[in-house]
């Protein structure tokens, strides 16, 4: 149940109310921002809510038996201050961000805020006339997820996790950006085994984020996405290994020396011994 502060009951009570939404989004780094639906700042409750440019957040539905709810705000993307960054939102730092839905009155900010709704934020699209939309998934979408283990081939435990036990840090190259072209990162010393480990930076404008390594090719990187502006030249960098998953693959358990913490079944029959016919000459389907 809502608790709304008295004065503004007061206001909702009233003839007229000057009611405004508020977004609380907090990254994943830590990093919070505060945006209004509005013309200009808001104070609420000590902190500063910024205008953006087309701020319209879809009504808030609540449904019995409902996996879960789902609010899409839009906005349009400039480079006038109190839009959102286009570049903060290809880059990922939106995804998975928390966001609190909030209203409050813009005539009287003092009467503080209700907050609405609390999620996270899913699919973000954007398009080429500067508009994007973002659809944020309520906090029973986590219900949904399979929370237990399940057998497979691949191991199960993500590489250097406690599950894992290898020592990754042990394994880290540290070293600069010499060069960054679209999918394409030149460092001062690489490795082969760096192959589907991650790129972190240390300085620069990208330091919390971490990027995927597609392929190595002697110090060359290539990543999985377009870095754009996300790494320069100078940049320092922490280079982790990866891992394949598999027992015994080029860069599975075998190869670090670690099967003794390999979490996977490769050995148990898959779903195609179901399809097995057997014959009086031979098997088919194997």
């Known amino acids: 149940m809502r608790t709304i502060p008295a004065a503004l009951q007061s206001e909702l009570d009233g003839t007229t109310a000057a009611l405004c939404h508020l977004l609380t989004v907090t990254r994943r780094n830590g990093d919070v921002a505060r945006y209004a639906a509005h013309q200009a700042p808001i104070t609420v409750d000590g902190q500063t809510y910024y205008p953006v440019a087309g701020l319209k957040v879809s009504p808030i539905r609540y449904r019995r038996n409902s996996p879960g709810s789902t609010v899409d705000f839009e906005t349009t993307l400039s480079d006038d201050t109190g839009s959102l960054d286009e570049d903060d939102l290809r880059r990922g730092l939106w995804d998975h961000a928390e966001v609190v839905i909030s ?37 029973m979408s986590k219900a949904r997820k399979i929370t237990i283990p399940r057998y497979g081939a691949s191991c199960r435990a993500d590489f250097g996790d406690a599950k894992c036990g ?93 099967v003794v913490n390999f979490r996977g079944e490769p050995f148990i029959p898959g779903d195609h011994t179901v399809r097995v016919r057997w014959t009086d000459d031979a098997i088919d389907g194997l």
């Not at 409050?104 to 508009?131: A, E, T």
């Open 103 to 139: 209203f409050c009155s813009y005539l009287n900010p003092g009467n503080g805020k209700v907050d609405l709704w609390r999620g996270f934020c899913g699919q973000v699209d954007m398009s080429d006339r500067f508009h994007a939309k973002i659809q944020a998934v309520g906090l």
């Open 166 to 258: 290898k020592d990754v840090e042990a394994l880290k190259i540290s070293t600069t950006v010499s060069s960054v072209s679209g999918y394409s990162v030149v460092v001062g010393d690489a490795a082969a085994q760096l192959r589907m480990g991650l790129i972190v930076p240390t300085s620069g404008e990208s330091v919390g984020e971490a990027f995927e390594i597609r392929s190595v090719s002697g110090s060359t990187l290539k990543t999985y996405l377009q870095l754009r502006d996300r790494l320069a030249a100078g940049d320092a960098v922490d280079l982790y290994p990866g891992c394949d998953h598999t027992l015994d693959g080029d860069q599975g358990c075998a190869f670090w020396n670690n």
